[in-house]
């Protein structure tokens, strides 16, 4: 998916998680947290230059997303065309979404199943999309 698609999918998942906390957080802590998760759905994403660094040998596609950081957001197909990593792809998100889970429940559990929440999102959609569902 598009960055801009996960930060939407980012954005609803987080709204509806600050809002399912009630009165627990006051009304700024629910914007940062809504804020973390569409932060978190956007960048984990971040991950796909390691991939491609890993598969290609070289830092060339992080460099070409650094030229035209705002293509590299809304149209990323460009980056990464004729380069397959769907598996690796889905398993580094599961990986990362794990290991993140778990530090942040070390902070605080509702942190953590927010966290897990708002990277099955993520998760979902790529997904979705890689099946050709949505």
Avoid: N, Q
């Avoid at 629910?30 to 290609?56: M, N, Q």
């Avoid at 429940?105 to 993520?122: G, R």
């Amino acid at each position: 998916m598009k960055s801009t698609e996960h930060a939407v999918v980012g954005a609803i998942v987080g709204a509806v998680g600050a809002l399912a906390l009630g009165e627990r957080l006051s009304r700024p802590a629910k914007v940062v947290l809504w804020c973390y998760g569409v932060f978190l759905s956007v960048f984990i994403d971040l991950d796909h230059f390691l991939l491609a660094r890993y598969l290609t040998g070289d830092w060339e596609l992080l460099f070409e997303a650094l030229s035209d950081p705002k293509r590299a957001f809304t149209a990323p197909a460009w980056l990464f065309e004729g380069l397959t990593m769907r598996t690796e792809r889905l398993l580094s998100h599961t990986i990362i979404g794990g290991v993140l889970t778990l530090v942040t429940f070390v902070i605080t559990p509702f942190l953590a199943v927010y966290t897990a929440v708002v990277l099955y999102a993520h998760l979902l959609c790529d997904l979705l999309r890689d099946t050709r569902v949505a």
